[in-house]
């Protein structure tokens, strides 16, 4: 199988050596994406708002590697303080349909890039 990198102007573009999303195959694995909006660089204060956009970063990789949210099997989230829990899912509850809701884990992490409060990584099926 041939690995095809995916790459898209209305999602952040990486910040290091590596690719907004991989295709191998029928999967598609995202990086994980900081909330930082494509257009202006800036991120939300709030975990809701944080959460928000990273969800529609990952929305518009997975849209340009030909997939969608509704395909989405796995997500993590790495989360600076597990106190913002609730916030965060209830963000995410906002881009994913119950009955269909993928797989997740959730971890708290001492620090993440850009100061963030949160990054999101998903896989999903082509």
């Known amino acids: ?3 095809q990198i995916v790459q898209t102007d209305k999602a952040p573009a990486a910040i290091g050596p590596y ?3 991989i ?3 029928d999967p598609v694995y995202t990086s994980g994406q900081l909330p930082l909006d494509p257009a202006t660089g800036t991120m939300p204060v709030a975990v809701a708002d944080q959460a928000r956009q990273s969800l529609r970063n990952i929305q ?3 849209e ?3 997939s969608s949210m ?3 099997v796995k997500t993590t989230v790495f989360l600076k303080d597990m106190n913002t829990f609730a916030e965060m899912n209830a963000a995410c509850a906002e ?3 119950e009955g269909t809701y993928p797989a997740r884990s959730a971890v708290e992490v001492a620090r993440l890039p850009k100061d963030a ?3 999101i990584e998903a896989i999903a099926l082509k």
């Open 1 to 3: 199988m041939q690995k």
């Open 19 to 21: 690719s907004q999303a």
């Open 23 to 25: 295709i191998i195959g």
């Open 60 to 62: 518009a990789i997975l």
């Open 64 to 66: 340009a590697a030909g």
């Open 70 to 72: 509704d395909k989405v």
């Open 95 to 97: 881009f994913f349909t």
């Open 117 to 119: 409060m949160l990054e």
